[in-house]
Each structure stands twice: as C-alpha cells, then as structure tokens.
C-alpha cells in the first residue's frame, strides 16, 4: 500500500476563496482523522470518521470547515470562504482499529497558504 | 499569513548519549499514550506506545515510561544518533479511538 495520500501537497489561494482537501487512507483502516498543525497550536485533531461516520467534530474551528467521508478510501476536508488564519498544514491520518497500538499512520500533509 | 514553522522547547544531546523526552499529559481516561517523530516535511511517525495499565515498555533503542499518579510520560533513546533529531509528540487515545497530541519538543543531536 502507498500510505495514507493527501493532495495538493501545496495549496495557494486567496482569502475568501473556497479550499479542498483530499484524503485518500490505506485500505481497510477504520478511522481516519485530519489534523491541523500551527506554530501556535501545535497539532490540533479537527475532527475523525470511524468506518465513514463522523465521530467527534469537536475540533472544527468554525462553520467555514467541514469534512466528509462518502466512501471508505476517501476523504475532503474543505474551508469556504478560507482566511489568512486558516494557514497551516493540513495532515490526514487513518488508523487500522480502536485502541490497540493506536499506530495512526500520516500523510505527507497539505501546506495551505491563504493570502 | 500564519507562520507554519514549529517553535517548540529543544533538548539538545551529544551522539552517542541517551535522551529522555519527556511529557505531561492531563486526560486520566486515556487508554493508550504514544510516542510520534516527526521529521521535518513529513508527517509524524509512530514509534512506540503504552496502554494505561502498564507503567514500562520498551522497543528498539527505545523505552516508554508511564507514572499515572503525576500524569508523566517519557521517552527514552538509547545511544542518540544524528537520524533521531527531530519533533518528538506525545499523543493519547480514549478508549472511542480519539487521538490528541501535545505540543511537541525539537531534539537535537550534536555531532
């Protein structure tokens, strides 16, 4: 298996611009989570799926941000309308079960500069 | 726009010594407590982890330490190396599979 993928691995956009992010995570894994990593804030979860259903989305910052999971191998994260606040990489991770080892397993991650 | 570079505590260690990191965590619910690297450009790495009834584990040139009473978490390296410099997180699991991290710290290996 590839890893977890996440595309684009850059993202340039301009403030009130809407912003997309992809995930694709290894296959068979049950939870997938997306990260944001700051200077500020280090690396905050935003929100994960277990077996494509959204369990806690306690992290989200805002309405501007939301996540789906239509189908076990893909995932969007998506910010509309993006601010220069929202700059940051983005990471996803997915996990193969609850609990034991807990080996969550990151993509290479989504830098997203808002300007 | 936000800065994106980490600028984290820095334990800096001379190759060929031992390393401990270390962490304090405050969720006294978490099931699992474990140990990340993160290279720089790169996502964070599994290295090791603990479940929250056992106080000791130990890995490959490294061992995990578990004091549940001050809530403390550490990571031992044995024999530092110049590929172990890096961001090291702890992180915890509930029992529900949430995973959070803490803040990080930058280790750095002298040659």
């Known amino acids: 298996d590839a890893g977890v993928i996440q595309s684009p691995r850059h993202e340039v956009t301009e403030m009130g611009q809407e912003v997309t992010l992809r995930c694709k995570p290894i296959?068979?894994?049950?939870?997938l989570f997306w990260y944001r990593q700051t200077m500020m804030r280090g690396l905050e979860l935003l929100i994960y799926f277990n077996n494509n259903v959204p369990i806690d989305d306690s992290g989200m910052p805002e309405d501007r941000f939301s996540a789906k999971m239509p189908n076990a191998s893909f995932s969007t994260l998506k910010i509309q309308p993006s601010e220069p606040r929202d700059s940051a990489v983005y990471f996803c991770?997915?996990?193969?079960?609850?609990?034991?080892?807990?080996?969550?397993?990151f993509g290479q991650g989504t830098r997203l500069t808002v300007v | 726009g936000e800065s994106v570079g980490l600028h984290l505590p820095t334990l800096s260690v001379q190759e060929g010594d031992n390393s401990i990191i270390n962490c304090a965590y405050s969720n006294s619910a978490s099931d699992y407590f474990i140990w990340y690297k993160q290279e720089s450009g790169k996502g964070p790495q599994f290295i090791i982890d603990?479940?929250?009834?056992?106080d000791k584990r130990q890995g490959q040139r490294v061992t995990v330490l578990l004091n549940k009473t001050v809530k403390h978490l550490s990571l031992q390296i044995a024999a530092t190396q110049p590929g172990d410099s890096a961001v090291y997180f702890c992180?915890?699991?509930?029992?529900?599979?949430?995973?959070?991290f803490g803040k990080g710290i930058t280790l750095s290996v002298r040659p």
């Open positions: 296959s068979g894994h049950d939870y």
């Open positions: 992180a915890e699991t509930l029992e529900d599979g949430k995973l959070t």
């Open positions: 603990i479940r929250s009834n056992m």
């Open positions: 991770a997915s996990s193969p079960r609850q609990g034991v080892g807990t080996e969550a397993f």
